[in-house]
């Protein structure tokens, strides 16, 4: 058995669903393989910080959301005498489906089915459509007022998706989730455990829709820096790691070709002033998306 197969039946072994016989040959190969042995470690690292996870809440208004849902769809149904029959039905549909929506978001098991480990399971929340299409990072404020980073993708056509995490430059990056994102709804996936597992002030993350990719540097969530003084000289996408981490604010960036290397030289200055200045001269340029700064090519 080859590295690129144990690394494919990774989640399921862990999890203890292989055959008997399966499971003897992913055994025997971790056995040998010492680069198996380190993926096998990180995988379990994540299994352990999903189950530690705190439980979320249910949306505060699941249940204005779950009437309102149950009142249009009675109006529609009023409004087209053939489906009198249905009107009931389709809106006990529609309540039990809000209903099991909120109580699996509430449930902690729920985290490892959105974080797609094990087989590749997703929750999707249903959105209002058209939505604000792309990738997010939100921080989700918990007891003590922890503050724990989960990225939201959301899209208005259906698109294939997947997230690797790069712990080491010189390695490719591990695959985390891989899905499909559907219109107008957002699949949340949480990054605590990613953060508990690899003992980063800043994640190194690649998403990738439909082939297009992109790197997003998540801090931990520590309270962010209004202002630092900072004085670096590195190529680009390590740069941006680096004020990721000093700033405590997600940066995401599209490369493109060979990385510059910049210059940067600042006192008491904000994320956006000394994003524009490292980009002078570059190919790049800032924008901003929601709460998360953009570094894109002119």
């Not at 929340?125 to 997010?136: H, R, S």
């Not at 430059?169 to 219109?183: D, I, R, S």
């Not at 957002?186 to 953060?195: D, F, K, R, S, W």
């Not at 997003?216 to 630092?228: R, S």
């Amino acid at each position: 058995m080859r590295c690129e197969q144990v690394k494919s039946l990774m989640n399921e072994y862990i999890e203890g669903s292989l055959s008997e016989a399966l499971r003897e040959r992913v055994q025997a190969h971790l056995a040998a393989c010492v680069a198996c042995q380190r993926e096998h470690q990180f995988v379990r690292a994540l299994w352990r910080g999903l189950s530690e996870m705190p439980e979320a809440p249910p949306p505060a208004d699941l249940h204005a959301r779950i009437m309102t849902h149950v009142r249009a769809n009675t109006r529609l149904r009023e409004a087209s005498p053939r489906f009198a029959l249905w009107r009931w039905a389709g809106a006990a549909a529609a309540a039990a489906g809000l209903f099991l929506m909120g109580f699996f978001a509430a449930q902690s098991d729920g985290v490892q089915a959105t974080f797609g480990l094990g087989g590749g399971r997703t929750a999707a929340v249903e959105t209002p459509t058209p939505v604000q299409a792309g990738v997010f990072i939100e921080y989700r404020v918990v007891e003590q007022g922890v503050r724990l980073p989960v990225l939201e993708a959301r899209m208005n056509r259906t698109a294939n998706a997947e997230l690797r995490y790069a712990p080491d430059a010189q390695k490719p990056p591990t695959l985390v989730w891989q899905g499909t994102l559907q219109p107008g709804k957002t699949v949340e996936i949480p990054l605590q455990a990613l953060l508990q597992a690899s003992n980063e002030r800043a994640l190194t993350l690649w998403w990738s829709v439909d082939g297009q990719r992109r790197v997003l540097f998540v801090p931990a969530g520590y309270p962010p820096a209004k202002l630092a003084s900072v004085r670096l000289q590195a190529k680009l996408g390590d740069a941006l790691r680096q004020l990721a981490s000093i700033y405590q604010t997600p940066i995401e960036w599209q490369p493109h070709g060979e990385e510059p290397l910049v210059v940067l030289d600042v006192q008491d200055a904000t994320l956006e002033d000394a994003l524009r200045q490292l980009l002078q001269g570059s190919a790049y340029t800032l924008q901003r998306h929601g709460e998360t700064l953009r570094v894109v090519l002119n």
